[in-house]
C-alpha cells in the first residue's frame, strides 16, 4: 500500500534547488519501501550522487518507527530513473522504459557529518544493484 507519494525537496551540494519524488509502500511483515525517482526538473545534485544524504532525509521524514523497528534493514531504498525522449531515441529503448537501483547503505543510524555552516545528516557509503524492470516489479508486487 503506498503510504506518501511526494516531491521531495532538498540540498543539492551546490545550490538548494533538489527536488525527486519520493513513494513510500508498506506491506505487512516487510520492511518500508521507498521509491525515490530523479525528475527532470531537478537542477541540483543528482540523487544517485547525494542518495545518502536523501535517504537520511526520507527516514526522518516519512518513516515512524512502528514502520522500521524489527526490520533489517529497516528500510529499502530504490533508485528510479525516468530517461528522456531524446535518450530512449538515440538508445532505441520503448517509451516507458526507466532504470532501477537497489541502494544499501553502509549503515541505517541517522549520523550528522559536516563542518562549518554545511552539516547534514547520513546513512552512511551507498551501494547500488542494478534492478531489471522485471525484478523491480516482483519487488514492488506485494507492497501493491
Not at 42 to 61: G, K
Not at 79 to 105: I, N, T
Not at 113 to 139: K, V
Amino acid at each position: 500500500m503506498k503510504l506518501i507519494d511526494i516531491e521531495h525537496q532538498f540540498q543539492g551540494y551546490f545550490n538548494d534547488a533538489g527536488v525527486c519524488r519520493v513513494e513510500v509502500y508498506v506491506a505487512p511483515d516487510r520492511p518500508p519501501l521507498i521509491v525515490a525517482t530523479e525528475l527532470q526538473i531537478n537542477e541540483a545534485t543528482s540523487i544517485t550522487n547525494i542518495a545518502e544524504y536523501v535517504a537520511a532525509e526520507a527516514l526522518e521524514r516519512y518513516l515512524t518507527s512502528d514502520l522500521t523497528d524489527g526490520h533489517d534493514p529497516p528500510f529499502l531504498w530504490v533508485e528510479r530513473y525516468e530517461r528522456s525522449e531524446a535518450s530512449r531515441k538515440a538508445l532505441q529503448l520503448p517509451d516507458d522504459h526507466e532504470d532501477y537501483d537497489l541502494v544499501s547503505f553502509a549503515h541505517y543510524r541517522r549520523t550528522l557529518i559536516g563542518s562549518g555552516r554545511d552539516w547534514r545528516y547520513t546513512l552512511g557509503e551507498p551501494d547500488w544493484r542494478r534492478l531489471s524492470p522485471d525484478q523491480f516489479e516482483a519487488l514492488i508486487q506485494p507492497y501493491r
